[in-house]
Structure formats: structure tokens, C-alpha cells
């Protein structure tokens, strides 16, 4: 099954990141779109960039 959520609940990324720790099946990504000039691009956070952006509580949304 695949679901694809938007939100800009930080702590609805948080709890679903630590979620997916707990379960022992990471299999999550989050795709962040960030406009540069007349570009926008999909930056992806996988476990380990989400444990480091959790950790420093960096602006994900």
C-alpha cells in the first residue's frame, strides 16, 4: 500500500518519523518543496536526514 499525505504539522512528521522507527520497517520519506528563483525542488528527507532534522528541530515542512 502506498499513502500520500501533505501537511504542515510539524509534529504530524515528527510522530510519523518515530512511528516508523518504533515499527522496525522504516519506509517512509517525506518530500519537502523548496522554490529557488523560478525553480522549485523535491528535497527528500529519508530516516537518517530526518533523525539529524528531528534532532536540531530544522524546518522540514
Known sequence: MQLFATTHSYECVTAAHEAFV????????VH??????????AITY???????????????R
Open 22 to 29: 518504533t515499527d522496525g520497517v522504516y519506509d517512509m520519506r
Open 32 to 41: 519537502r518543496l523548496e522554490r529557488l528563483d523560478d525553480t522549485i525542488n
Open 46 to 60: 529519508d530516516q537518517e536526514n530526518l533523525d539529524i532534522a528531528v534532532e536540531h528541530t530544522w524546518e522540514i
